[in-house]
């Protein structure tokens, strides 16, 4: 499972001006965050907008990663959703070639019971050809999978870990000192990378990397080797732009940020509207305090 270590940069979609997708910025962005550091590519997850793209646009962009991979680095395919029976279906219309796992949310909306997400993770996983990484974002979804759920189904032979994005490090540590040997606890929340790493992770799927993989992933780095005096100076560099990312919602933020580095324009499809001008400003003049 060290494929699953370090940095795995949750990548955006890149659009152009009337929101088709910018394949041409893709690429780009790809060579970037290689030549970064990232360890593996997560695809079509929450910052990549998988909400707004089509089945067929789907098809066409992990087709397109898989093909522009320049160090040909794992690849997570984000497939979630609340209707599981469906997500079970639509395993039949992917091609999972070059696809090391999903990751898969916890389902939003219906707020099932924790019984509900057992049995609900237990049947994707069932029918998952790869890797499964569970996703728990109760911000997003509404509800928080429990310690003791994430451990329940940490046996199932399919699932490898969490993305853990509660922001609950009490819940991180009672996953960690319970958990099987091979399971992988995952940061989602890139301020918390260094502290999840010191009682346990193994480093995280991560935003803002998408614009600064250098600083991220030399900060997981230096965490997984235990030299947290460093892992804390490249996290001080990010960490004053961290609320900025997130303040007009993900990715509104990320692109905004790549669109001054150059790397892609800033736009996103509604509901989520293109960045503030205030926005803008307040990135820029924080950038230059690096």
């Not at 260094?194 to 780095?221: D, H, L, Q, R, Y």
């Amino acid at each position: 499972m060290k494929k699953y270590y370090g940095t795995g940069v949750a990548l955006i979609t890149p659009f152009n001006e009337d929101l088709s997708i910018d394949y041409s910025s893709l690429e780009k962005h790809l060579n970037y965050v290689t030549k970064g550091g990232a360890d593996y590519l997560v695809v079509l997850g929450t910052t990549g907008e998988s909400s707004t793209i089509s089945d067929i646009e789907k098809r066409e962009i992990l087709n397109f990663i898989k093909q522009n991979n320049p160090k040909k680095l794992p690849i997570v395919l984000g497939h979630g959703g609340n209707n599981t029976s469906k997500l079970v279906d639509d395993f039949k219309e992917i091609d999972f070639d070059g696809i090391d796992a999903i990751l898969t949310v916890n389902p939003y909306y219906n707020k099932p019971s924790q019984e509900g997400l057992y049995h609900h993770f237990k049947a994707v996983s069932d029918a998952c050809p790869v890797d499964v990484i569970l996703y728990n974002i109760p911000g997003r979804t509404g509800v928080n999978m429990t310690a003791e759920t994430t451990l329940r189904l940490a046996n199932h032979s399919k699932i490898v870990g969490i993305k853990e994005a509660s922001g609950d490090l009490s819940q991180c540590i009672d996953i960690v000192k319970s958990m099987p040997s091979d399971f992988l606890l995952i940061g989602g929340d890139d301020i918390l990378t260094v502290p999840i790493i010191s009682v346990g992770g193994v480093g995280a799927i991560s935003a803002i990397s998408n614009a600064f993989p250098e600083i991220t992933s030399k900060m997981t780095n230096y965490a997984l080797a235990h030299d947290y005096a460093n892992a804390n100076v490249e996290l001080h560099k990010f960490c004053h732009l961290n609320k900025l990312f997130f303040e007009e919602g993900n990715p509104v933020g990320v692109k905004i940020m790549l669109d001054i580095l150059g790397i892609c324009k800033p736009y996103v499809r509604l509901p989520l509207t293109k960045a503030s001008d205030t926005l803008r400003e307040k990135m820029k003049k924080a950038l230059e305090l690096n």
